[in-house]
C-alpha cells in the first residue's frame, strides 16, 4: 500500500505539526463514515481510503465504517443470471436477490475491507446489523421491492464494546426483521443511525459528486457549510434532486437526532477524508445543526 510522495522532511514535520490542533480537537471522539461509489471501485481509492481510516485510529480518533457494494452485487447477480431490478432508486430483493446481496456484502465486500484495514496497520472487525442485534428493521413501505428494509431500533453496545477495546468496526447494511428475516438496507440511511445512536462527532459520506452544488453541472457552485434549514430549503427549491435527496435527508435526519456534523464529500479524491477533517477548508459539504 505503500504511496510515492516527493515530499522533504521538513516538509513533512511542518504538515503533521499543522495537523497537530486538529487531532487533538477529534481524539477520543467518534467518525462514522459511509464507504461507497467510486472510492470502492477503484483499487488505488480504496487504498487511499483504507490508509485515511488507518491514520484515524492512529492518533486517537474512533473511525466506524459502514460500507455498500452495489456493483459487486450487480456483478454476482450476472454471473448467477439474475437481472437486476430497480424501483424508485430501490433494489428489488427477492428471495434470490437477497441471498446474493448477504453474500456479497457480508461475505466478500466487508472481510476484504477489514483484511485491508489489518494489513495497512490497523485492527478491525467486520459485522452487519444481525450481529449482537445491532440494527431491527422493518420491510420498506413500498409495494413490490421485496426484503428492502428501513431501520427501526439500534442496538449500539456492541460496535461501542470493539471501539473501546482499540477495533475499528466495519459494518455491511444488512440487517434482520423481527422474525429473523434478512432485509437490505440503503448504506446511507444505515450509516446515518448508526452515527445518530453513537452520538458521532461527524457522518461523512463518500459519494461520486464534489458535494451539494447550486447548480449541478457546475462544480464551482459547490456550497461548503449549510445548515439543515438551508438543505431543507435546497430540496424544497429542486437544486437537490435525484440521488442526492436521500443523502441530504440522512444527514438532516443523524444532526436532529444529535450528530454534531454530517458530510458529503467526494471519495473520488484521494485522501478525501483526511482533507475533510483536518483542514478548514475542506473539500465537500458541511452540514451544521
Request: net charge negative.
Amino acid at each position: 500500500m505503500s504511496e510515492n510522495y516527493q515530499v522533504s522532511p521538513s516538509l513533512r514535520v511542518k504538515i503533521l505539526s499543522e495537523a497537530l490542533p486538529y487531532i487533538q480537537k477529534f481524539s477520543g471522539r467518534t467518525i462514522v463514515v459511509k464507504y461507497g461509489g467510486a472510492a470502492m471501485k477503484d483499487s488505488r481509492l480504496k487504498q487511499s481510503v483504507i490508509r485515511d481510516i488507518v491514520f484515524l485510529a492512529s492518533v486517537g480518533v474512533n473511525p466506524v465504517v459502514v460500507h455498500g457494494g452495489g456493483p459487486e452485487i450487480n456483478a454476482w447477480l450476472a454471473k448467477l443470471g439474475i437481472e437486476p431490478q430497480f424501483k424508485d432508486g430501490l433494489r428489488v430483493t427477492d428471495a434470490a436477490t437477497m441471498d446474493v446481496v448477504e453474500m456479497v456484502l457480508v461475505g466478500r465486500v466487508n472481510k476484504e475491507l477489514v483484511s485491508m484495514v489489518n494489513r495497512a496497520g490497523g485492527n478491525a472487525v467486520g459485522i452487519c446489523g444481525k450481529d449482537g442485534n445491532l440494527v431491527q428493521a422493518r420491510p420498506v413501505d413500498k409495494d413490490n421491492v421485496g426484503f428492502v428494509g428501513e431501520v427501526t431500533s439500534v442496538n449500539i453496545s456492541l460496535v461501542e464494546a470493539l471501539v473501546r477495546s482499540g477495533y475499528v468496526p466495519i459494518i455491511s447494511s444488512v440487517a434482520a426483521d423481527a422474525t429473523g428475516q434478512a432485509h437490505n438496507i440503503n448504506a446511507d440511511t444505515f450509516a446515518g443511525e448508526i452515527a445518530a445512536a453513537l452520538g458521532a462527532e461527524k457522518l461523512i459520506l463518500l459519494t461520486d459528486t464534489p458535494g451539494i452544488l447550486e447548480d449541478y453541472n457546475d462544480p464551482s457552485t459547490l456550497l461548503h457549510k449549510l445548515t439543515i434549514q438551508e438543505a431543507r430549503n435546497l430540496i424544497d427549491k429542486g437544486i437537490v434532486t435525484g440521488g442526492m435527496i436521500p443523502k441530504v435527508n440522512c444527514c438532516v435526519r443523524s444532526l436532529a437526532q444529535g450528530v454534531r456534523a454530517a458530510h458529503i464529500i467526494d471519495g473520488r479524491i484521494p485522501h478525501a477524508l483526511l482533507l475533510e477533517i483536518f483542514t478548514d477548508e475542506g473539500i465537500g459539504s458541511m452540514i451544521v445543526p
